[in-house]
């Protein structure tokens, strides 16, 4: 989700394993010169589809934070805090509770070297901004905690765990109220909801490896099996970043 202060929510993404839907909420919200919402019936659509979304039990939600998206939703669409979310999963709050990271988030991080973020065609992109999700000499958690005191991961360090790369966050601070949006902006935004499919196989799959670690350790058994798992996961994150960055955006 993207907005631009004052406006609480300017660009919703959706994104399922084959499409991505960028819904334009601006004209769902009142801006600075008119309290009146400029379409009500846009409005109560896309409010209707939301709630819709969010109810239904057969379909799994991923998202990252969601917490402080919802803080944004609620002002613009209220009728959503009367409906129970179902089948939801925060990659933000389940990281801390995998295996797989529990050894990581118990050492020390070290300074990564600081790198140029990549472009969907691999290429070297310009120097991204500072922002509170991207790694700069490296924040690699996002400075807050959950319920249960751990410290919470960035996006842009999520990625990088996984991946073995930066998540470009140059477009986060753009201007999310212009229309059309920028090529750059459609991309960047499509990227930030479809990375998050990519990023639950991956991290399925990571957790799946550990747990099969952790038994041939106890069992002595040959670390061989162990060993190729690790290397087909690694490979996944590979393949996976590679299937985000080589997207045709302007086609979905």
């Not at 939301?50 to 944004?72: A, P």
């Not at 009367?82 to 990281?95: E, I, K, M, R, Y």
């Not at 920028?182 to 991956?202: G, P």
């Amino acid at each position: 989700m993207e907005w631009r202060t004052p406006r609480p929510v300017s660009l919703i993404q959706i994104s399922s394993d084959s499409k991505i839907f960028l819904v334009d909420t601006i004209p769902c919200t009142t801006s600075v010169d008119t309290a009146q919402v400029p379409d009500p019936e846009y409005a109560n659509a896309i409010c209707d589809a939301l709630i819709h979304l969010f109810t239904e039990q057969r379909v799994r939600k991923i998202g990252f934070s969601f917490g402080s998206d919802m803080r944004q939703i609620h002002p613009v669409f209220p009728q959503i805090k009367n409906s129970t979310l179902h089948n939801f999963v925060d990659l933000q709050a389940l990281v801390p509770n995998l295996s797989s990271f529990s050894q990581a988030a118990s050492k020390p991080q070290k300074i990564r070297p600081k790198k140029a973020p990549y472009d969907k065609k691999g290429k070297t992109a310009a120097p991204a901004k500072k922002s509170s999700d991207m790694d700069d000499t490296t924040e690699e958690e996002s400075g807050e905690t959950s319920s249960k005191g751990h410290r919470l991961y960035s996006l842009a360090r999520l990625v990088y765990e996984m991946m073995d790369q930066f998540l470009d966050k140059t477009q986060q601070s753009s201007n999310w109220d212009r229309r059309p949006l920028l090529e750059s902006q459609i991309e960047y935004a499509s990227l930030d909801a479809y990375v998050l499919v990519v990023l639950m196989r991956l991290m399925v799959a990571a957790e799946v490896f550990e747990q099969k670690r952790l038994e041939s350790a106890k069992s002595r058994v040959e670390e061989e099996e162990t060993e190729r798992m690790k290397k087909e996961l690694i490979n996944m994150g590979v393949t996976g970043y590679h299937q985000i960055m080589t997207r045709p955006w302007n086609n979905l």
